[in-house]
């Protein structure tokens, strides 16, 4: 989940794809369909906060991922970083960023973003989206 804010409001969304891109600088890429309603914000937002989800939170990815609705409205619980920045409390893991970079690629935008600050909470199991549906990753046993 990314969010950010924006002229009326908090505004969030689910980005396509998130990655590590660069140590030194420590920078991020994540993409975002260009006709997505968050586009407009991000155009002008210096920074992001980029959300790292736990099993526990498909609801809050589903949310996130629904056009049309108030993201922000109960049950999702957040709060804003000192910052500013609109901060999803539930989050185990998450990192603010500069945008520095936006970039047409296709039907997307690639964004970099260099890394400002970076919190990791208790060692869970992360949530990860893959060909349409929410799972999680678990070790092989097998070499």
Do not use: C, N
Request: proline share 6%; hydrophobic share 40%.
């Amino acid at each position: 989940m990314v969010t950010l804010e924006g002229v009326s409001g908090p505004v969030g969304f689910t980005a396509t794809s998130v990655a590590s891109l660069s140590l030194e600088p420590p920078l991020i890429s994540l993409s975002v369909a260009s006709t997505s309603s968050s586009w407009p914000a991000l155009l002008v937002a210096d920074t992001v906060v980029v959300h790292l989800l736990s099993d526990r939170q498909r609801d809050t990815a589903h949310r996130f991922a629904t056009k049309g609705v108030d993201r922000f409205a109960p049950p999702t619980r957040w709060t804003r970083l000192p910052t500013g920045e609109p901060l999803l409390v539930d989050a185990e893991a998450w990192v603010r960023a500069r945008l520095e970079h936006r970039v047409a690629t296709g039907d997307h935008r690639l964004l970099v973003a260099r890394v400002l600050q970076a919190h990791t909470g208790d060692d869970v199991t992360p949530l990860i989206y893959h060909d349409g549906r929410y799972g999680t990753f678990t070790e092989s046993d097998t070499e």
